[in-house]
């Protein structure tokens, strides 16, 4: 994101738009942070620049990831889909991705209120995960910047990349959930930023919620609150 210098008349209407902090006035005119933007587009968005001073300039890699994981609109190529993670269980009546006796971890690491998070803080979290010989999601768009999925391992060019979040998304069986949920809360003392812990489980026939058991059974606090699959979709094998 940059700002074009003949047209910016110093307003600074879009100063409050960009959710890290990244633009500034600098004398008369607003400035970008290149250090701190994480291309987001939300200035552009919010149609606030009355001359329409900024642009996205074209993004090249490592840099573009920025954009795919911190523009919500933003499509990444490998999933084809929106945003920084997946449909998750959104969808899961007709791709049926959790199945009964697993349980889905979505861990989504920064926020705007703390200036986003660097990928290398993203790293320190995968790589103490893939100790527990958890499966990466391979549809999740940070499984592909991994060099090493057995790992958690993130590519060496991209670990300075800030984006506004970032998801770290995998599976267990439900035996081992509260295992997880032990190890993030010890990984939770040890990394610089904020992550929240999103859990995904099938609905049993009697209403009850297997994972939110295992979860409580640990002395942790379960929130039910999030996305719900009302299984109003059917596979087309099904159809």
């Known amino acids: 994101m940059i700002i ?16 890290v902090e990244a633009i500034s006035i600098d004398g008369e005119q607003a400035a970008v942070n290149a250090d701190l933007c994480t291309e987001c587009n939300n200035c552009i968005r919010g149609g606030v620049c009355p001359v329409d001073a900024m642009v996205q300039n074209e993004l090249e890699w490592p840099r573009s990831i920025r954009n795919i994981f911190s523009d919500p609109i933003s499509v990444c190529k490998e999933t ?12 899961n009546e007709v791709t049926n991705r959790f199945k009964r006796g697993e349980v889905g971890f979505a861990v989504d690491v920064g926020r705007p209120n703390v200036g986003g998070v660097k990928l290398k803080q993203v790293d320190q979290i995968s790589t103490a995960l893939a100790v527990l010989d958890l499966t990466f999601d391979p549809a999740n768009p940070l499984t592909y910047l991994m060099e090493d999925r057995r790992t958690g391992k993130l590519k060496a060019e991209v670990l300075e990349e800030t984006v506004v979040s970032a998801i770290i998304e995998f599976r267990v069986p439900l035996e081992r959930c509260a ?51 009302l299984d109003l979709g059917r596979a087309a094998k099904q159809c």
């Open 4 to 19: 074009d210098a003949e047209l910016c008349i110093g307003c600074a209407a879009c100063i409050v738009y960009c959710p």
């Open 80 to 91: 084809g889909v929106s945003g920084r993670g997946t449909e998750e269980s959104k969808t």
């Open 179 to 229: 295992e997880v949920v032990r190890a993030l809360e010890d990984i939770g003392q040890r990394v610089d930023t904020v992550f929240s812990v999103g859990v995904i489980s099938r609905v049993e026939d009697d209403w009850s919620i297997p994972a939110r058991d295992a979860i409580e059974a640990e002395g942790y606090r379960f929130m039910p609150n999030g996305k719900t699959t």
